[in-house]
Antibody
Framework: VHLEESGGGTVQPGGSLRLSCVASGFNFNGYEMNWVRQAPGKGLEWVSYINPDGNEIHYADSVRGRFTISRDNGNKSIFLQMNSLTVEDTAVYYC????????????WGQGTLVTVSS | IVLTQSPGTLSLSPGERATLSCRASQRVSGVYLAWYQQKPGQAPRLVIFGGSTRATGIPDRFSGSGSGTDFTLTISRLEPEDSAVYYCQQYASSPPYTFGQGTNLEIK
């Protein structure tokens, strides 16, 4: 199982970024996926979830209305479109696969750093 | 549901036993409880899921237990490579996932 995130970088407050996560080594079409973030020196915060078909989606209250999760099963990828970014969104963003029972993420990518700063 | 982990930092010697606590603000099914290990600069790694089942590749020195609102991760015979921050995590309907604030385990 391998998950590789990309798309992070530095952006000004109010700006946008689109994160990508490419999966390999497993049947991507059959798995729920998540984005989880970690602010510098802080703990883990779940951000968003998408089911295998892409028709069930959830967001943390802190990002709802600003972030959009999507997936492309043909290219074994998920995405996170982040708009209206604030300094509080500064974090490493991890792509994480749900275990088959759907209760706990079992594999994580190495993360991509998003810095929101003027 | 809020998960509160204790202690915040735990300093032990190689060969000793570590006991990490995770307390939930409401009753949680053990089926939904997991523990993760995170070393500096690395992604979290699943250690325990379903409250007590070791993930792939996790040595049997690691064990999970508990029920209701109190859950424990025990690491027996500590080794230097066990130094990490450990997070508990639970599944609920909304939001789907919450994490504890972490316990920093130092092996001195």
């Amino acid at each position: 199982v391998h998950l590789e995130e990309s798309g992070g970088g530095t952006v000004q407050p109010g700006g946008s970024l689109r994160l990508s996560c490419v999966a390999s080594g497993f049947n991507f079409n059959g798995y729920e996926m998540n984005w989880v973030r970690q602010a510098p020196g802080k703990g883990l915060e779940w951000v968003s979830y998408i089911n295998p078909d892409g028709n069930e989606i959830h967001y943390a209250d802190s990002v709802r209305g600003r972030f959009t999760i999507s997936r492309d099963n043909g290219n074994k990828s998920i995405f996170l479109q982040m708009n209206s970014l604030t300094v509080e969104d500064t974090a490493v963003y991890y792509c994480a696969r749900d275990g088959l029972d759907g209760y706990n993420p079992d594999y994580w990518g190495q993360g991509t750093l998003v810095t929101v700063s003027s | 549901i809020v998960l509160t982990q204790s202690p915040g930092t735990l300093s032990l010697s190689p060969g000793e036993r570590a006991t990490l606590s995770c307390r939930a603000s409401q009753r949680v099914s053990g089926v939904y409880l997991a523990w993760y290990q995170q070393k500096p600069g690395q992604a979290p790694r699943l250690v325990i899921f379903g409250g007590s089942t070791r993930a792939t590749g996790i040595p049997d020195r690691f064990s999970g237990s508990g029920s209701g609102t109190d859950f424990t991760l025990t690491i027996s015979r500590l080794e230097p490579e066990d130094s990490a921050v450990y997070y508990c995590q639970q599944y609920a309907s909304s939001p789907p996932y919450t994490f504890g604030q972490g316990t920093n385990l130092e092996i001195k």
